[in-house]
Structure formats: structure tokens, C-alpha cells
């Protein structure tokens, strides 16, 4: 079954999230669904998909003070889920009433699915810049699974450039441990980028000095740089001259014939002597019984 997709389509855009919000001055002609109407605030929940996790007590409280002096000005947008209200936008504004101590809080009840629910609460977020790194990243990602888009089609649909999604999703290639950092504003998202060439333990060893050093992005690129510039370390060979005389021995007892060894750091060849056709069937035989 085909997913309808709205609020961010070709017609739509541009005009941000005007048409989520209905005017509290609604007509009585309108249809219900499209008033707003007060609901008790403990019927509504957030949506447990809204890509954004964080919210900064902060500015929860500065909201907060606002509400308690002029009440909530725009309402939430919900949806009807079963015995309670999921919010589609406006969980920051909910969170804040609370805090307020409101125990009602206007709403507009919408009928979206599964699908547009995320699309709507992602597109909101990213318009006000809300999303840390991380967060925006794994909406990307959810989007793009959902709604089986690539990356183009996704920038178009949320008003990105193809070059910033495909930079945001980057992200979700580093190291569990660095995603955190990134998540928690320990590290910033350009800090993060310029990890990506590393292996993981590489990327959180210096996603730590970065933090504990306050390195800037421009010396984190530096420093990636030179551990990336480093040669290999070459592994000792546990053979010596010793050893491969000693194994030279043993092979030419078992074959009953001049075996040279010829060896270098970790790799070589083993050169068996025959001497007749005869001389061959011979060592094949006894090849094949060590297979055996």
C-alpha cells in the first residue's frame, strides 16, 4: 500500500508549518477536527517516534515563565490514539505547560499516519534548528527507510542541500561511543566528520583527547591526518635463520629429498626437489597421505 506523503512535498514547500495550525478564530463552518479545543493535559503523550530526545531544561523553564504570564499562545497539533492524544507537534510547548502547572492545554486534533507523524515532528524540528547532530542524522535515516527515498529526493523534501543530508547521515558511521559525544554536545558535528577515515578505537581515542584538549575541528583534521599518514607496523616474524634451518630439516626427512626454504618478514616458499617422473608420484603420494 502506497504511504501518502504530506506537508513536505513540491507544493507544499516554503510554506513551513503554517498549514499544521489552524487560527484559534476558527468559523463555526469549519469542521471539528480543525478547531481548537482544550484537552486535559495528562490525556496527551508525546510521540514515541519524535526524532527529537533532548530538550534543555533551560529553556523549558524560560517557556515555562512565558506560559504562566500569557498562557499558551499557539496550540499543539495531535492526533487521536486509542484512549489518549499523541502529539504531532508542539511536544517542547506540552513539556513547558506542565512545568506551568497547566492542567489543560489547547490543541488541534490532525489524522495522520505513522509515517507523516515523523515526517511533520521532523520537519518542525529542523526548521527551528532544535535536532543536535545525531538526532537529525538517525531522522534522515528513518525517513529515507520509510518512505523508501535517497538522499536527493530527502534533501528536496525536507528544503536541505544533497550535500548536508549525505554529510548529516555520515554521522551514523562512527563509533557507538562517539555518537554519544556527539548526542550530548561533547563534540561538535564537524569534530565528528573529520573522524570518519579512522577505525573506531582510533576515532574514540581522539574523540576523548578532542574533548579533555578542547581541540578545534581544523587540529582534529590535522591529527587524523598524521595517524592516517603513518605506516603500518610491520609484525615480527617468529621465524629466524635458526628456526627455518631446523623446519628445512624436518621437511627434507619427510620427503626424503632436498627442500630449500626461502623466507621473508611473514611470507616465503618452500621449494621440494624431484628428480623422475617417478621421484614426483612419489612425493605426491606422500602428500596425499598427510592430506589424508
Request: glycine share 6%; proline share 3%.
Amino acid at each position: 500500500m502506497s504511504v501518502k506523503k504530506s506537508g513536505l512535498g513540491p507544493k507544499g514547500r516554503g510554506k513551513g508549518l503554517e498549514a499544521l495550525f489552524e487560527s484559534e478564530m476558527a468559523s463555526e463552518s469549519q469542521p471539528s477536527k480543525d478547531k481548537v479545543i482544550m484537552l486535559d493535559i495528562n490525556q496527551v503523550e508525546p510521540n514515541k517516534n519524535q526524532p527529537r530526545k533532548q530538550f534543555k531544561e533551560e529553556s523549558l523553564e524560560e517557556l515555562a515563565s512565558s506560559i504562566k504570564q500569557y498562557g499558551l499562545i499557539q496550540p499543539v497539533a495531535v492526533r487521536k490514539n486509542d484512549d489518549y492524544y499523541e502529539i504531532v507537534t508542539g511536544e517542547r510547548r506540552w513539556r513547558a505547560s506542565k512545568i506551568a502547572g497547566l492542567t489543560e492545554i489547547p490543541a488541534i486534533v490532525k489524522d495522520y499516519s505513522e509515517s507523516e507523524l515523523f515526517e511533520i515532528a521532523l520537519a518542525e524540528n529542523l526548521q527551528r534548528e532544535n535536532l543536535n547532530p545525531m538526532e537529525e542524522a538517525t531522522g534522515y535515516k528513518k525517513i529515507c527507510d520509510e518512505f523508501d527515498l535517497g538522499q536527493e529526493e530527502l534533501a528536496k523534501r525536507v528544503g536541505k542541500s544533497r550535500s548536508a543530508v549525505a554529510n548529516a547521515m555520515r554521522l551514523l558511521n562512527l563509533d557507538e561511543r562517539v555518537q554519544e559525544l556527539v548526542r550530548s554536545g561533547k563534540l561538535s558535528s564537524g569534530h565528528a566528520r573529520a573522524l570518519l577515515g579512522l577505525e573506531n578505537n582510533a576515532q574514540f581515542e581522539l574523540a576523548e583527547k578532542i574533548v579533555d584538549e578542547q581541540l578545534s575541528v581544523r587540529q582534529t583534521e590535522e591529527t587524523v591526518k598524521r595517524i592516517l599518514s603513518k605506516p603500518a607496523e610491520k609484525k615480527k616474524s617468529k621465524f629466524n635463520t635458526e628456526n627455518y634451518k631446523a623446519i628445512e630439516d624436518s621437511l627434507k626427512n619427510l620427503f626424503g629429498t632436498k627442500v630449500s626454504l626461502r623466507g621473508q618478514t611473514n611470507k616465503g616458499k618452500i621449494e621440494i626437489e624431484y628428480y623422475s617422473d617417478a621421484d614426483l608420484e612419489r612425493l605426491m603420494s606422500i602428500i596425499a597421505n598427510i592430506k589424508g
